[in-house]
T-cell receptor, first 117, second 114 residues
């Protein structure tokens, strides 16, 4: 079963629009971590944000904000006032703390975001 | 602080050959994990090493192997290459292999098998 689901395969917006990327996860662990990574065409996965399962406080960091809701197992990511440089593939990922899954990230299939000028 | 270094960046190999990829983690990080990324399968976990011990392994055939050295540098090896092994191989460096601190990725090695 897919542990991390990103239902949006592709999203296109025009510059300055706000865009929200959806992520739904599945885990039986009580302690886990959620991540968002950005992958530009160069290929490197760039870390954006991390959240642990005990902290549901939603935050804003610059143009980025995230909405973590344990009740719906969702960890959505919003970019406000999008820019062309935000164009990339965005991955949501889950890290569990159970012994059998230690050291691995479960990734969603990614959402290709294209921001048009 | 230097990031995660993967070498080489690009590789072209012939079917049936073997290949070794290298990953140098961030100084002080003891966990290195490897991922294969393909358009069809997405990002898939290969294995993770912590202090020279493989702690976790993904669902890949035995042709895929790895090791970690005492300085935490890691190598992965693919023997008897197949066309389907063409992919971007990414390694991630972590302090302890948990999400507490997070994972930093290298730029990847793009392997093409012809």
């Amino acid at each position: 079963a897919q542990k991390v689901t990103q239902a949006q395969t592709e999203i296109s917006v025009v510059e300055k629009e706000d865009v929200t990327l959806d992520c739904v996860y599945e885990t039986r662990d009580t302690t886990y971590y959620l991540f968002w990574y950005k992958q530009p065409p160069s290929g490197e996965l760039v870390f954006l944000i991390r959240r642990n399962s005990f902290d549901e406080q939603n935050e804003i960091s610059g143009r980025y904000s995230w909405n973590f809701q344990k009740s719906t197992s969702s960890f959505n990511f919003t970019i406000t006032a999008s820019q062309v440089v935000d164009s990339a593939v965005y991955f949501c990922a889950l890290s569990e703390t159970g012994g059998s899954t230690l050291g691995r990230l479960y990734f969603g299939r990614g959402t290709q975001l294209t921001v048009w000028p | 602080k230097a990031g995660v270094t993967q070498t080489p960046r690009y590789l072209i190999k012939t079917r049936g050959q073997q290949v070794t990829l290298s990953c140098s983690p961030i100084s002080g990080h003891r966990s290195v994990s490897w991922y294969q990324q393909t358009p069809g399968q997405g990002l898939q976990f290969l294995f993770e090493y912590f202090s020279e011990t493989q702690r976790n392994k993904g669902n890949f055939p035995g042709r895929f192997s790895g090791r970690q050295f005492s300085n935490s540098r890691s190598e992965m090896n693919v023997s008897t290459l197949e066309l389907g092994d063409s992919a971007l191989y990414l390694c991630a460096s972590s302090l302890g292999g948990q999400g507490v601190i997070g994972y930093t990725f290298g730029s990847g090695t793009r392997l093409t098998v012809v």
